[in-house]
């Protein structure tokens, strides 16, 4: 069974312009999490979906990042225009509904802002 | 509070074992986790262990919690060279789907 995949596995972008990411959950799982770990900093949380749902969106930093995720499948975090401080590493997990909260992880995207 | 703390560093010679110790603040958390992040990989969940459980013990793995203290640790019995990794103490809030996580302790195996 393919796990967490995200895509890409690195990208490097000028400040200012856009960039996608994109995250494919383990299939069946209705719960999808984007987490980013800055600099030196801890994992922080961003946000959850369960399906197409916002669940919870309280960490996402402010309104220049865009989080989607049509068709309760696959998510794509979009961060427009895009600045120095959003560098970092971007993980999503997925989890099933129901029974302990495990979360399994992708590789992540490191985004360099230049 | 939401603070997750571990120490940053830990060398320790193959065949040792290893002690990773964490403390946390929230002390509604319903999980506990270990995560295991090799070098250009994701994250790994090693281990996890419910908040109203003291040990767990999974192969070369035991997981320590103490409720009272909000102390956590992960010790690794026998620590091979392909042990070196960064290792995140992490929980979940109660009420929350959410992960908490801590800085990470970068675990170097000595041969």
């Known amino acids: 069974e393919a796990g967490v995949t995200q895509f890409p596995s690195h990208s490097v972008i000028e400040k200012g312009q856009t960039v996608t990411l994109r995250c494919d959950p383990i299939?069946?799982?209705?719960?999808l999490y984007w987490y980013r770990r800055v600099m030196g900093k801890e994992i922080k949380f961003l946000l959850h979906?369960?399906?197409?749902?916002?669940?919870?969106e309280s960490g996402m930093p402010n309104n220049r990042f865009l989080a989607e995720r049509t068709g309760g499948t696959y998510s794509t975090l979009k961060v427009q225009p895009a600045e120095l401080e959003d560098s970092g590493v971007y993980f999503c997990?997925?989890?099933?509904?129901?029974?302990?909260?495990?979360?399994?992880f992708g590789a992540g995207t490191r985004l360099s802002v230049l | 509070g939401e603070d997750v703390e571990q120490s940053l560093f830990l060398s320790v010679r193959e065949g040792d074992s290893s002690v990773i110790n964490c403390t946390y603040t929230?002390?509604?958390?319903?999980?506990l986790y270990w995560y295991k992040q090799e070098p250009g990989a994701g994250l790994q969940l090693l281990t996890y262990?419910?908040?109203?459980?003291d040990m767990k013990q999974d192969q070369r793995l035991t997981v320590l919690l103490n409720k009272k203290d909000k102390h956590l640790s992960l010790r690794i019995a026998d620590t091979q060279t392909g042990d070196s990794a960064i290792y995140f103490c992490?929980?979940?809030?109660?009420?929350?789907?959410?992960?908490?996580f801590g800085t990470g302790t970068k675990l170097q195996v000595i041969p």
């Open positions: 979906f369960v399906k197409e749902s916002k669940q919870d």
């Open positions: 997990a997925s989890s099933p509904s129901g029974g302990p909260n495990i979360q399994y």
């Open positions: 299939s069946g799982h209705d719960n």
């Open positions: 262990i419910f908040s109203n459980m």
């Open positions: 929230d002390s509604s958390s319903t999980y």
């Open positions: 992490a929980e979940t809030p109660r009420g929350y789907q959410k992960v908490t």
